[in-house]
């Protein structure tokens, strides 16, 4: 099994509609984060969360939310889709040794 | 803020020949600097991280990247380009260690890798 699983891997839905993204990881670290990849801009922090009780915005956070249910699972929301939030999206884990990405997570907005 | 510039989008080898992809940063503080590469339709997979010591470091895949702290750069090389090479690469930036807003990890724009055969 991967060390962090992001589900859906793919997902089209329509504007205005409400989604989550999920992420759970094995790796036993306590730091996580959402990012957004789009052509040409690299990928850009959304949320992060250093643990349970802590969270705290990116980059880009208007449009999203975050839920961490537990150390290993961290969710990101979109309350209302729109399309300019079509992208891939990361979820990822570090530690001292270094940050673990997930596989991605490709959302389409119509 | 901490910021990365890859000032090259799109470089086009020809297969054998050598790589340098160019890597900039601003950091206020001691750089732990990242190199990761994308397939099409993959996720990240990292090639090599710099924290401390030896400036050359050694990655997976034949790479290597150099730290040079008077230039703030972190450029990535391989001598001999392989087709399965072709890919997106991201230079990053970022301090797993530390509390403050140093501890996210920011990404460059990434340089699309194109092989010729």
């Known amino acids: 099994d991967a060390d962090v699983t992001q589900t859906p891997r793919n997902r089209i839905t329509k504007t205005g509609k409400r989604i989550m993204l999920e992420c759970s990881q094995t790796k036993g670290h306590d730091r996580m984060y959402w990012y957004r990849q789009d052509p040409g801009l690299g990928l850009r922090l959304i949320y992060y969360s250093f643990d349970v009780k802590d969270i705290n915005k990116g980059e880009i956070s208007d449009g999203y939310s975050v839920s961490r249910q537990a150390q290993a699972k961290f969710s990101l929301s979109l309350e209302s889709a729109i399309p300019n939030q079509t992208a891939l999206y990361f979820c990822?884990?570090?530690?001292?040794?270094?940050?673990?990405f997930g596989s991605g997570t490709r959302l389409t907005v119509v | 803020a901490q910021s990365v510039t890859q000032p090259d989008i799109h470089i086009t080898v020809s297969e054998g020949a050598s790589l340098e992809l160019r890597c900039n940063y601003s950091y206020g503080a001691t750089p732990y600097l990242f190199w990761y590469v994308q397939s099409p339709g993959q996720g990240l997979q990292l090639l090599l991280k710099?924290?401390?010591?030896?400036?050359l470091v050694q990655g997976i895949k034949g790479f290597e990247a150099e730290f040079k702290r008077s230039q703030s750069s972190f450029n990535l090389r391989k001598p001999s380009v392989h087709w399965s090479d072709a890919a997106e690469y991201f230079c990053?930036?970022?301090?797993?260690?530390?509390?403050?807003?140093?501890?996210?990890?920011?990404f460059g724009s990434g340089t699309q890798l194109t092989v010729l055969p």
């Open positions: 990053a930036v970022g301090d797993p260690f530390s509390s403050g807003s140093a501890r996210q990890l920011t």
């Open positions: 990822a884990t570090s530690d001292r040794g270094g940050y673990t």
């Open positions: 710099y924290f401390s010591g030896d400036t």
